[in-house]
């Protein structure tokens, strides 16, 4: 599947804003990512939503991820 990150994302290697992952839930793709890239972990601590085909994901990371998946990961925004 392939993975948007929101613009304000910035990872050091300078790839781009779409990174391929094969996951199968949102707690594994992100697992995947804090594996291949470092400072992805300094991303998660700052706080991010999943937008799985539209509906966003904060908190249930046991969220399974269809194979032809749209998924953009963005800032989680904090308010009420």
């Known amino acids: 599947m392939r993975v948007s990150l929101s613009s304000t994302f910035q990872l050091a290697d300078g790839l781009g804003?779409?990174?391929?992952?094969?996951?199968?839930t949102i707690a594994e793709m992100m697992a995947l990512l804090t594996d291949r890239?470092?400072?992805?972990?300094?991303?998660?601590?700052?706080?991010?939503?999943?937008?799985?085909?539209?509906?966003?994901?904060?908190?249930?990371?046991t969220q399974a991820i269809p194979a032809d998946a749209e998924v953009f990961l963005i800032?989680?925004?904090?308010g009420g």
């Open 37 to 61: 890239y470092t400072e992805f972990a300094a991303l998660l601590e700052r706080g991010i939503a999943v937008s799985i085909n539209g509906q966003i994901f904060r908190d249930d990371w």
């Open 75 to 78: 800032p989680r925004i904090d």
């Open 17 to 24: 804003c779409t990174l391929d992952v094969q996951a199968e």
